[in-house]
């Protein structure tokens, strides 16, 4: 009788001790989703007056009697004001990504056609840097169970990573294998490489690396936050293998349609 009190009396505290936990637990989630509802409308409200600021330097820059110092000064302007609407796009599309309201609306995507695309995009940078970007695929025609927008969210933020990341010269592959139920995308660089501390926390938001190389080139931070949620949302994989001063492959695995 002795032991089956002593053992009800543990399973007693055990049983608070998880109560405990699972109010903290719902405690931190409602925080960090009022975190993010407070930074999406933050972002939200300085959208507009963001539009307004560029608007008005474009006019403004445009005028034909301005003075060499007040050129500079609009100059400075309109580069600010850009920087920060890349800040509040990042802002928005990560909440957007990561709110579990979001309606998740996937159709068939090609996503060799989307690479080629988002190639294409970035074709000022790659030819100004001189880089050799390669595209491998089996099959003309790859497709993907996913949101479009996600899919060039995806791209858009890992090739222009691996241009960013790379030196002059140097070369970025993409590949894509299909397999039986997902297909497998590769990002691959022979640019700076991400050391093993910066690794731990590439997925965070707003981190950017200790490279000062890297920290040089213009940047938020969210992209691969960003990337990451939308890959969550598909049910999909992503992670990295890097070497420093050798280069970065990323992988993402998304579902087949
Ligand atoms: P951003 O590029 O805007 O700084 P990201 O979230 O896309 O933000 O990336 C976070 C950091 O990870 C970058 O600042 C950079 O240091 C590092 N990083 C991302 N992709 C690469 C890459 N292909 N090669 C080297 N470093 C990378």
Same mark, same amino acid.
């Given at each position: 009788a002795?032991?089956?009190?002593h #053992? %009800?009396?543990? *399973?007693? &505290?055990? +049983?608070?001790?998880f109560? /405990? ?6 405690? !931190? ?25 560029l608007?008005h ?36 599309t ?15 995507? #090609? %996503?060799?056609? *989307?690479? &080629?695309? +988002?190639?294409d995009?970035l /074709?000022?940078?790659?030819n100004?840097?001189? !880089? ?8 003309d ?12 969210q995806?791209l ?17 592959t ?13 990002v691959?660089?022979?640019g ?6 910066d690794q ?6 707003f ?18 936050a ?10 999909g994989?992503i ?19």
């Amino acid at each position: 009788a002795l032991d089956i009190g002593h #053992d %009800l009396g543990r *399973a007693l &505290l055990n +049983a608070r001790a998880f109560e /405990r936990e699972r109010r903290l637990v719902d405690e !931190l989630r409602e925080l960090d989703s009022y975190k993010s509802r407070l930074v999406a409308t933050l972002a939200h409200e300085l959208k507009n007056p963001l539009t307004s600021i560029l608007g008005h330097t474009e006019i403004l820059g445009a005028s034909p009697d301005l003075g060499a110092a007040e050129r500079t000064s609009v100059g400075a302007v309109e580069r600010g004001a850009a920087r920060m609407q890349r800040l509040v796009d990042d802002l928005l599309t990560l909440a957007h990504a990561g709110d579990p309201h979001t309606p998740f609306t996937p159709t068939p995507v #090609d %996503l060799h056609a *989307a690479v &080629l695309e +988002a190639v294409d995009l970035l /074709r000022v940078t790659v030819n100004h840097k001189a !880089l050799d970007v390669v595209v491998e695929a089996p099959e003309d025609s790859i497709k993907v169970l996913a949101e479009p927008d996600g899919v060039e969210q995806i791209l858009s933020n890992l090739i222009s990573n691996a241009t960013k990341y790379t030196p002059e010269g140097g070369r970025v592959t993409v590949r894509l294998t299909p397999m039986k139920r997902y297909v497998r995308l590769e990002v691959s660089d022979t640019g700076l490489g991400i050391s093993p501390r910066d690794q731990e926390q590439l997925f965070s938001e707003f981190f950017r690396s200790t490279n000062p190389e890297a920290v040089a080139l213009p940047g938020t931070g969210l992209g691969l936050a960003i990337v990451q949620r939308i890959v969550e949302r598909h049910r999909g994989r992503i992670h990295f293998t890097s070497e420093l001063g050798e280069g970065t492959t990323f992988t993402v695995t998304l579902p087949r349609a």
